[in-house]
């Protein structure tokens, strides 16, 4: 190749390379219909598309009605071959017809990306249904290939049920004995060779236990020690996570994609039952999707993100009981049950009841909640929509204490409180917990739920900055994503435009 074709795809690459955008992880939605009060489906597609920053949707079966809604609006949708229907599919013939039927019609206008073959199958101990699981997926895939689209993916969702049970520490997670060599061994093989993701379906709420209860709502809490991997584990759903992934790895197939097909918590339920409250929804939920979006990973996991799906979009009132019909994030009027940062805008106000992992207060604390000393200057109350998060006047500095510990093992740069920081001096424990805590929560989105710290933290509009000690705030970040991705859109124009010099150079145009 000349070095003149040679330079201009150099730096072709080198802008494209320069100019990359990370992707946060998709966040998307169970889409329930056993209720008898729901909105129609071309009005569910409508508020997700314009109301939400909701991407995909996974419903239940291959309903018509909601496949046609969400024609042309760019929103993923998997389907899902019920579990008493997908045996027959486990021939070529039965696929292709069912892929005719259910699928052709509506793609590409409605953007399928996947197909869920049944739901849990192993949980259910049905040897015929498990015996045809695979032959289905196999046939499905084949019959989607002969039909020429590509894009659609078949996989199956899995309950934890499909590990050992007792395992230990996440490390340790292994398939039940009997099921990893013979079942999941050929089925991760699948996926390998079709690029498709294994779904799992973790619930902390199941795994929940009174001394537990922080531990699975992402509250701040001790954590839980691997002594095999020296992690120490913050949340049950990186737990349960690195867990499935432990188990992969020991069959050899830790490079599959792992997605999160199900998870959530129900803000409802019968009197007495243990951790059933709209307070540990908010939080799950709310501290999930941040999670999962932030790029951090779990600890066997590093710097990922997770295509996950939130069970549920609604409440559903014909479910058999009381929790398992209030696991909804909208209500049927499309009203939130409570606010996760999922809405466009900050429409949402949050629960009307008050969580108890937002502030008991939402004015002003001002200055003196951070408790400064006389070389601490407080700063004008802010007139940008800048909020900060600081801790009440009357938290203990054993409670404080806690959540700088809690703040800097969960990943947050906590260097400007160090010896020699910016922010050390004053060498107090209020000073220095009132900075991490609003980097915690500008870091996880600066909603009342993250400046919450177990009724320690309270969201003030006045600047709590002193001398060099800046302390962030979204209002700034969102400005220089701005103007980034003002940059990126630049960029992506130079890098469009080398890749145009050089095909037109590489083909004499």
Not at 282 to 292: A, E, F, T
Not at 342 to 367: F, V
Not at 399 to 427: H, M, R, T, W
Request: with cysteine; proline share 8%.
């Amino acid at each position: 190749m000349e070095p003149r074709k040679l330079l201009l795809l150099f730096l072709f690459f080198l802008f494209h390379s320069a100019c990359h955008v990370i992707l946060t992880a998709a966040i998307g939605v169970n889409y329930g219909t056993v209720a008898d009060n729901l909105p129609p489906p071309s009005q569910v597609a409508t508020f997700l598309k314009t109301k939400t920053t909701i991407d995909r949707v996974k419903i239940f079966d291959t309903n018509p009605d909601v496949l046609r809604a969400f024609a042309n609006t760019g929103i993923a949708v998997t389907v899902t071959v019920g579990n008493g229907d997908f045996p027959p599919l486990a021939k070529l013939p039965a696929a292709q017809s069912w892929v005719a039927d259910n699928i052709l019609p509506f793609y590409p206008r409605t953007n399928i990306n996947r197909i869920a073959v049944g739901n849990e199958i192993l949980a259910t101990s049905d040897k015929d249904l498990i015996a045809h699981l695979l032959p289905a997926m196999k046939a499905l895939h084949s019959a989607l290939n002969l039909a020429n689209v590509t894009a659609i993916q078949v996989s199956t969702p899995h309950s934890l049920g499909i590990l050992a049970p007792n395992t230990g520490p996440p490390s340790q997670g292994q398939f039940r004995t009997g099921y990893d060599k013979i079942i999941f061994e050929p089925i991760l093989e699948y996926h390998r060779q079709t690029k498709s993701p294994f779904l799992v379906n973790p619930y902390p709420f199941f795994g929940l236990s009174p001394d537990t209860l922080n531990y699975a709502t992402f509250r701040p809490n001790g954590g839980v020690f691997d002594n095999a991997t020296g992690m120490n584990y913050t949340n049950m759903f990186d737990a349960q996570m690195d867990a499935v992934f432990s188990a992969m790895k020991k069959v050899g197939y830790e490079d599959v994609d792992l997605v999160v097909a199900e998870t959530g918590w129900p803000s409802a339920g019968d009197p007495n039952q243990l951790g059933v409250s709209l307070e540990n929804a908010v939080s799950y939920n709310g501290n999930l999707i941040r999670h999962v979006s932030s790029g951090k990973g779990t600890p066997l996991m590093p710097n990922r993100t997770f295509e996950t799906y939130i069970f549920a979009l609604f409440n559903e009132n014909l479910k058999p009981t009381l929790s398992e019909q209030n696991y909804g994030l909208f209500k049927p009027d499309l009203d939130p049950v409570y606010d996760v940062g999922l809405l466009r805008n900050g429409q949402a106000q949050g629960p009307t009841s008050g969580p108890a992992s937002g502030p008991s207060a939402s004015t002003a604390a001002g200055p003196a909640a951070m408790g400064p000393t006389p070389d601490v200057v407080a700063q004008p109350p802010s007139s940008t929509g800048k909020r900060w998060c600081v801790p009440k006047p009357n938290a203990t500095k054993a409670a404080l204490q806690k959540n700088i510990d809690y703040v800097c093992s969960s990943g947050v740069d906590c260097k400007p409180i160090q010896n020699g920081g910016l922010c050390f001096e004053p060498n107090t424990v209020k000073s220095h917990a009132a900075y991490v805590m609003n980097v915690y929560y500008q870091d996880h989105g600066p909603q009342d739920v993250n400046c919450d710290f177990n009724g320690t933290g309270v969201v003030t509009t006045t600047d709590p900055s002193y001398k060099a000690c800046t302390y962030p705030n979204k209002a700034e970040k969102e400005a220089k994503s701005v103007a980034g991705s003002s940059m990126r859109m630049r960029c992506s124009k130079v890098a469009l435009f080398f890749l145009m010099v050089g095909c037109g150079v590489m083909f004499n145009i």
